[in-house]
DNA sequence: AATAAAAATTTACGCGCGATAACTTTTACT
DNA sequence: AGTAAAAGTTATCGCGCGTAAATTTTTATT
């Protein structure tokens, strides 16, 4: 990098030797010049230390290079690396990503929302609260930018969804428990922030069906995105009352999984597959942390390079495709099932 | 909000009935116009659609209200939760803050940093790597924009660092395992990635002596920020030669303290202070999962709301006082101590 | 070498707002 | 009521760049 600090692109462009329009023309789109003309470009921003205003480019461009990425709870080490492998994505791909967290409040959600439009976005990925968004705002939003919904669909919302076939989750699960135990009851919330979760609850009852078990779900209260906690609340609970059918559970996902665990543990009660356990856990999610709980937690992991290589890929087909492709894509990657120590 | 959308502040000024530079002044900041008029702007506004461009806005601001946030790793939740608290703070007090995670990448931090520049931000808030950061880029930064760092110290660099009390968090762990117990080995990397570790075996070292034992520190090798997997396979290594002094350990921080417990359990080692237990172990951060441990992991906790309360005062001291306080701050908060069952 | 196509240049305008200066109106205070 | 200070108005400029049209230069093709 050079050490004269030049100005403006005027004045780089009369360094470079080369016409200003055409020196914006490259910042917009290096390949759109000349390779000739690109590479004095190039030698002069080596001399020269110069970076186009960020502001002044995105006032009057109709399209930016900017994309928001919107996570509903960034304390979630699951949606921190996801967004950071699609963070990654749009930068190698020559876009400016700017991350987002609803923190699980749907307000919030909504304010992001509209301070996104301010930004002028090129696209935006979007991963929704869920049940608790408030989908006639998130729909409007949608109308104006080319919006790509991952993990958690909203119906009819958005140009696309890109996420987990959560049937290919459970039925791992379910069909693997079956297996080498005991066909496993079902834990999770009462009142799930997420569709994945009802998704999954269906997915369970048509498994055991298929098994021809009868289901067996335990709900458990609590609201918000605290789910170790409510799950380890849920699970002292279910462990006093005893009333499950097998040995076997299985979580709806990890962070509910952490929590049972945890509680398992405090009661001592064993889990596990081997001889002295009095119950097996698994879930769905593959979180960060379920290789370190207590057993390992036996898990379906999501494919999170494809999820989010592809939720990435269509949003680019969207904005250089001039948008709007008519028909709304939902694609759904299998999990893969992760086997440790829990089940 | 209104239905009808506004183009630019010229049509809401007329909208409203006030001039623009008065309408201009308002967004500026809503409390340097009369009451009256403030009135009249905020009923236009709830009756019209308008937000100003943001990038006119900015282009010819001499101060922008933009913050810029800066974390080492978003994927541990402990930075994720800090940097939620201390955005929150900065929308609070009416600035629009960008996160950033370093990904615990040296050469992405400098990026960031380049990036932020161009943002013409008027201040960041910047928990560097720590070890591995390229001191030289980011005091280059520091000169260029006013900088608060917190949580991981480079000395001299920032017009401020706001962080916690390493001794206080280690004298206590050391001070409340030996008083209930044995005074523990000290648990770390090799080569921390964080000048906090430094001073936390400093501090161990200097509490051991003081209360007349042997201090005994045990190094484990790893690089990079997979903390949990670092102190899992550190602890087995650590538990097959069993040549540690008591049965009690204190971990650097709580994420080698998950994988420390992980291995433990994988070893069926009982943790805890119970009879039949035969280790102890303490940890310092309390960690968001450090609850949910098995067992549940004592630990000394940070005072998430006063560091993130005092970095962003100190920022915004510095920003509204028109920068460069001549001496450097450094305030350090003490730690409080979490008992749980691990110790 | 002739011709068409592609790329670069020149020129000119405008985006939406910040900033400033000179002037007018409103408020606050003796 | 009188006066100074505070706040608002009108007018104008410029920020740094995108964009478009018309023209010239370069490259590719037969």
Redesign the interface.
Known sequence: MGDVKVKNMEEFAALSGISRPTVSKYFNDPGSVRASTRARIEAALEKYDY?P???????NRKLTKNIGIVVPY????FF??I??NIEQRCIDSGY?P????S?GNPELEIEIL??L????PAGVLFAPLGRASNKAEIEKFCKNVPTVLFDSNLDGIGEAFVGSDNFSFVSQTVEYMTRTGAPPSFFEMRTPANPNANKRRAAYIEMMTRLGFEPHVIQVDGEGWAF??IG?RGAHKVLEDKNHPTDAILCSNDRLA??F??AC??RGVKVGRDADCVLRVASNDDH??S??????LTTAAHDYDRVSEHSVDSLFELIENGKRPGTRAETLFPARLILR?SA
């Open positions: 970076r205003n960020i502001f002044a480019m995105n006032q960034l304390a979630d080490p921190a690396e967004a950071r400016r700017t991350l987002f967290s923190h509209d301070a439009q301010s930004l002028k170790e906690e380890r952490i929590g665990l945890s543990y405090e960060p942390f290789k370190f709980t207590c057993p390992a120590a």
